[in-house]
């Protein structure tokens, strides 16, 4: 079990620090790297030759998992970096669970309520259900969360967790590109 444990935080080990990441982010290149040495190397090299930070809503649930893996015991130390030292017992999965509540409950943050969507969507750390995923999409555009838009409009084009409707979701489309977000139009 430790070596498999092992090999599954091998797979998540920050190309720069070579260690577990406290604050993670997911990339654009598909590594997950500590956003204190993504900053420092993008503070000292060239902007552009630094993997940009995807715009994926699961960042939060490789966090998790890093924070499962390393209260596990059963990680090498050599992998733990920071986590030895100076872990901050900030439990964002935990956040993450009562956002949950809270967008069932229709109080999240529209950002939270995409999210959910997208969990349910693939069935990431829940039950995969598309009916549900779709039910966060249309909160969130309800909200006017101009991703809960896009996702709940693809959810129409597509029939995913609704029923297939091309004009509804189409007319979504050319609706959300016409209004205008800090001055600039939608980009779908």
């Not at 966090?63 to 017992?89: F, T």
């Not at 101009?146 to 297939?164: M, P, Q, S, W």
Request: glycine content about 8%; aromatic content about 6%; hydrophobic content about 35%.
């Amino acid at each position: 079990m430790k070596d498999a444990l092992n090999e599954i935080a091998r797979e998540l080990l920050c190309p720069l620090s070579k260690t577990l990441a406290i604050d993670p982010v997911l990339c654009q290149d598909g590594f997950v790297y500590e956003r204190e040495a993504l900053e420092a190397l993008r503070n000292k090299s060239n902007p552009y030759s630094v993997p940009l930070i995807s715009q994926s809503p699961f960042h939060s649930k490789v966090k998790c998992i890093i924070e499962k893996l390393v209260s596990s015991g059963e990680i090498n130390d050599e992998y733990l970096g920071g986590w030895a030292e100076n872990r901050q017992a900030s439990s964002e999965c935990a956040a993450i669970e009562k956002a949950m509540e809270g967008a069932t409950e229709g109080d999240a943050k529209c950002c939270t309520t995409v999210e959910l969507g997208e969990l349910y969507l693939i069935g990431e750390g829940v039950d995969r259900d598309e009916v549900k995923a779709y039910t966060y999409f249309e909160k969130a555009s309800e909200d006017d969360d101009e991703i809960g838009t896009a996702r709940k409009a693809d959810c129409l084009l597509t029939g995913t967790g609704v029923n297939k409707d091309f004009q509804e979701g189409y007319q979504i489309l050319v609706e959300a590109a016409q209004v205008e977000r800090s001055g600039e139009p939608l980009d779908l």
